[in-house]
T-cell receptor, first 114, second 118 residues
């Protein structure tokens, strides 16, 4: 199983809503990532979890709150988002956080903030 | 700062043509890894290849081939006899150490949109 599964695939939320994005992998990977991708742009790293601990936060606003309940799951809690936060949110996992490990990506959640 | 440049924003070819996607990178590290990913319209990034800085051998996988030249800091990707299913955005990426020095992250180029027309 080389899949990273993300739910939901599409999400529309108001600026006062609270929602969560979910990501799951069963490859035994110990590193998991959240990326944000705007249209016609490359993915931008948001967070890295290594062995269930947050190891990188790329100065992401606090309205995005990551959580790693266990080694297979990664959540991204959303609160009070802005329309400019509309984007494709990609989850990825890798066997480790060393430079030579390739990341496997999910299909993403297309988020629209209205 | 480390950087990945994909100068071709969009390329359009007719099926069965060969096409080369260019990637030029900058890094001060002596050990580094380069990657190519494919992003079809469905959204997920599909890993295609990883190459380390000490291995300059070209690689071929079916219709795909990669040319890594350290002297010119380039890692180009060629698709031979392109097919409509090859239509996607292709990203070149460099693995770099984050500012704290304890982890690595991927720095992506801006991507090249390849359209293969029947």
């Amino acid at each position: 199983d080389t899949e990273v599964t993300q739910t939901p695939k599409h999400l529309v939320m108001g600026m006062t809503n609270k929602k969560s994005l979910k990501c799951e992998q069963h490859m035994g990977h110990r590193a998991m990532y959240w990326y944000k991708q705007k249209a016609k742009k490359p993915p931008e790293l948001m967070f890295v979890y290594s062995y269930e601990k947050l190891s990188i936060n790329e100065s992401v606003p606090s309205r995005f709150s990551p959580e790693c309940p266990n080694s297979s799951l990664l959540n991204l809690h959303l609160h009070a988002l802005q329309p400019e936060d509309s984007a494709l949110y990609l989850c990825a996992s890798s066997a480790g956080t060393t430079m030579n490990t390739e990341a496997f990506f999910g299909q993403g959640t297309r988020l629209t903030v209205v | 700062a480390q950087k990945v440049t994909q100068a071709q924003t969009e390329i359009s070819v007719v099926e069965k043509e060969d096409v080369t996607l260019d990637c030029v990178y900058e890094t001060r590290d002596t050990t580094y890894y380069l990657f190519w990913y494919k992003q079809p319209p469905s959204g997920e990034l599909v890993f295609l290849i990883r190459r380390n800085s000490f291995d300059e051998q070209n690689e071929i996988s079916g219709r795909y081939s990669w040319n890594f030249q350290k002297s010119t800091s380039s890692f180009n990707f060629t698709i031979t006899a392109s097919q409509v299913v090859d239509s996607a955005v292709y990203f070149c990426a460099l693995s770099e150490r984050n500012s704290g020095g304890s982890n690595y992250k991927l720095t992506f180029g801006k991507g090249t949109l390849l359209t293969v027309n029947p």
